[in-house]
């Protein structure tokens, strides 16, 4: 590390201010991102702006002041209620500014007296994880804003800060953060095409009456949950079918017809009985139906652009760790479920959150146990 800037070595006089000066510096900065993420987290799944409008309450539309909306305080000070409706405010909203805050702190006590470049980095993705999860959680997809942004976000901090990689220029830096990209996303996105031949269809079955809806971009079930177009319709053979017991078209109507979609064809053709249609003249589609049948996948392209993201801050090694890690974990949960009488939640859960964890475990000292490992 002689060839490295003062900055990245010495962080008890980084701009002549003591350690725990930054600690705290990092506590309110996460506070911050905490409170932005917040507004990521309702906005993204949404196709909304997170900039316009400013920030306000979702249920009467008052525009929040800068002096009420201060991270952590403001939540107690308005014991969680909007300052105008008194509405309650979900504990959510204050949980992930302490988790961020945390999670900044943290990244910068383990790295920041010897590398601090590699804890501002540290704290980036512990901020991309947070949001990612908290969205794959309740919409099962990770907005590219996070995955591809932090993609570009970890080449340039591989690029400015080497020492993130363990090199001494950015040449070298930015070798492996693209390799990491290539292993991260090539690993994944395998796994998604063995996935495909292995696991076949699923069904999926729903409440008597339930309305699902076929929009431009995703099927939305009644449960809130959204299965985007990319990833039902990934190959040519990839279909949708169901008994619908109603269908509702634009301009016409249909009862009690065998449905089958396939967007990935030329051209995209849906099949109504023995009526055929051009699904690209079909903008919008409702049916009731019971049970719909769809492809199944081991993962989806959201996680694959997630392990590049993760491979540019953290090198190739770390995609490994984290596909494995990330495989156990999911077992262990899947199998706790199923013994816990909840087998239909074992299928529900996205694979994006244990990723999440497993490249954390990475991050604060995984690479360290993976290198005594592997060394005996």
Known sequence: ????????????????????????????????????????????PRDESVFNPPSHCPHCGYRIPWGLNIPIITWFWLRGRCRSCQTPISPRYVLIEILTAGAFVASWLVYGREQPGVAFAAAALLAIFIGSTVIDFEHIIIPDQFTLGGTVMGFLFSAFVPSLHGELTAALSLKKSGLGIAVGAGLVYLVLRGGKLLFGRQRIRLAPGSRIVFTETVLALPNGEQLPYEELFYRQA???????????????????????????????????????????????????????????????????????????????????????????????????????????????LPFGPYIAVAATVWLFGGSQWAERWFSR
């Not at 701009?15 to 507004?39: D, E, I, K, R, Y």
């Not at 919008?284 to 959201?302: K, Q, S, W, Y």
């Open 238 to 348: 990839d279909t949708v079918e169901f008994q619908a017991q109603r269908m509702e078209l634009p301009d016409r109507g249909y009862t009690n017809q065998r449905v089958r979609i396939a967007l990935r064809r030329e051209p995209p053709l849906i099949e109504i009985g023995d009526e055929k249609l051009d699904a690209s003249e079909v903008v919008h589609l409702e049916a009731i139906t019971d049970e719909i049948i769809c492809p199944r996948e081991a993962m989806g392209l959201g996680d694959v652009k997630f392990m590049a993201c993760i491979g540019a801050f953290l090198g190739w090694q770390a995609t490994l760790f984290s596909f494995a890690l990330s495989s156990m974990l999911g077992a262990v949960v899947g199998v706790s479920l199923i013994a816990l009488g909840k087998k239909e939640w074992s299928g529900r």
């Open 1 to 44: 590390m002689d060839n490295a800037p003062d900055w990245l070595i010495a962080a008890d006089s980084l701009f002549g201010m003591p350690f725990h000066f930054w600690t705290l510096q990092f506590f309110l900065v996460g506070a911050m991102v905490g409170s932005f993420l917040n507004v990521c987290i309702h906005r993204m």
